[in-house]
């Protein structure tokens, strides 16, 4: 991977091919240098996390400077291919030679790529469904555990009103369904798509208190704050402490 370099003592990454943010404790976020030439070198000595368990592509690492621990998100500045791929997981694999396990989450780097899959009926309507020669009967097992149901027309013109480009109206869901194994999603555009609940990497809290859940490689689920509890979020926090451990 270009400007991402590995040995025994640490890593150092180019800020060509790198963008990137650092925080110190109780900042707020700054941009680094933009300068081509210049390089950021970590420690293995100082580094106390890395992570991809966020947003695909950025990596999120903790490191000491001696005076407090710091946070630095980079992001590369073009998608990463199999080969860049191979090349973080190498990363990886040396982090957890020095590293807490704990402490090390390969996130997106290791996690398949998914698609989400389309599917026509809510489980409590396949319930309803009377077996035939020509249709399987539902899944016993397949039980409804959450249900997140639509916006009211004020709520939907305050998320319109609150939406950006991290956070775009149109991925806002309609409706969410948990079962025992599927997340099932109807989109703003009525087409209703599921995805494995066991396929869950990662999950993401705004300031705004909005939660992003992460699945596979790319795909995010975004479920903005309510004023309620939201039964879904329940579930999909616990699935996070089951598969991820605490984030």
Same mark, same amino acid.
């Given at each position: 991977?270009?400007?991402?370099?590995?040995?025994?003592?640490? &890593?150092?990454?180019?800020?060509? &091919? =790198?963008?990137?943010?650092? =925080?110190? +404790?109780?900042?707020?976020?700054?941009?680094?240098?933009?300068?081509?030439?210049?390089?950021?070198?970590?420690?293995?000595?100082?580094?106390?996390? #890395?992570?991809?368990?966020?947003? &695909?592509?950025?990596?999120?690492?903790?490191?000491?400077?001696?005076?407090?621990?710091?946070? /630095?998100?980079?992001?590369?500045?073009?998608?990463?291919?199999? %080969?860049?791929?191979?090349?973080?997981?190498?990363?990886?694999?040396? %982090?957890? @030679?020095?590293?807490? $396990?704990?402490? !090390?989450?390969?996130?997106?780097?290791?996690?398949?790529?998914?698609?989400? @899959?389309? &599917?026509?009926?809510? $489980?409590?309507? @396949?319930?309803?469904?009377?077996?035939?020669?020509?249709?399987?009967?539902?899944?016993?097992?397949?039980?409804?555990?959450?249900?997140?149901?639509?916006?009211? $027309?004020?709520?939907? /013109? *305050?998320?319109?009103?609150?939406?950006?480009?991290?956070?775009? =109206? *149109? @991925?806002? +869901?309609?409706?969410?369904?948990?079962?025992?194994?599927?997340?099932?999603?109807?989109?703003?555009?009525?087409?209703?798509?599921? !995805?494995?609940?066991?396929?869950?990497?990662?999950?993401?809290?705004?300031?705004?208190?909005?939660? %992003?859940?992460?699945?596979?490689?790319?795909?995010? *689920?975004? #479920?903005?704050?309510?004023?309620?509890?939201?039964?879904? !979020? =329940?579930? /999909?926090?616990?699935?996070? #402490?089951?598969?991820?451990?605490?984030?």
């Amino acid at each position: 991977m270009d400007g991402l370099q590995i040995d025994d003592d640490g &890593f150092s990454i180019t800020h060509d &091919f =790198w963008r990137w943010l650092w =925080w110190a +404790p109780g900042d707020t976020p700054r941009a680094g240098d933009a300068e081509a030439s210049s390089r950021t070198r970590l420690e293995w000595r100082d580094v106390v996390r #890395l992570d991809a368990t966020g947003p &695909f592509p950025t990596l999120d690492v903790r490191y000491h400077t001696g005076h407090d621990v710091r946070r /630095l998100a980079i992001t590369p500045r073009r998608s990463p291919t199999a %080969a860049d791929l191979d090349r973080l997981r190498s990363l990886f694999d040396r %982090a957890r @030679e020095h590293l807490e $396990p704990s402490e !090390v989450r390969s996130g997106w780097v290791t996690a398949p790529d998914l698609e989400w @899959e389309p &599917f026509e009926r809510w $489980p409590e309507e @396949e319930e309803a469904v009377m077996a035939s020669p020509y249709r399987q009967a539902p899944d016993e097992h397949e039980q409804v555990r959450a249900i997140r149901t639509p916006p009211g $027309p004020y709520e939907s /013109l *305050l998320q319109w009103l609150d939406s950006s480009p991290e956070r775009p =109206w *149109l @991925e806002h +869901p309609r409706r969410v369904v948990v079962t025992d194994r599927y997340v099932c999603v109807e989109r703003r555009d009525r087409r209703r798509v599921r !995805v494995d609940r066991d396929r869950l990497r990662g999950r993401r809290r705004t300031d705004d208190g909005d939660r %992003a859940y992460y699945y596979g490689r790319r795909l995010r *689920l975004l #479920l903005p704050l309510r004023d309620d509890a939201c039964p879904v !979020v =329940w579930a /999909l926090d616990r699935d996070c #402490l089951r598969i991820v451990g605490a984030d």
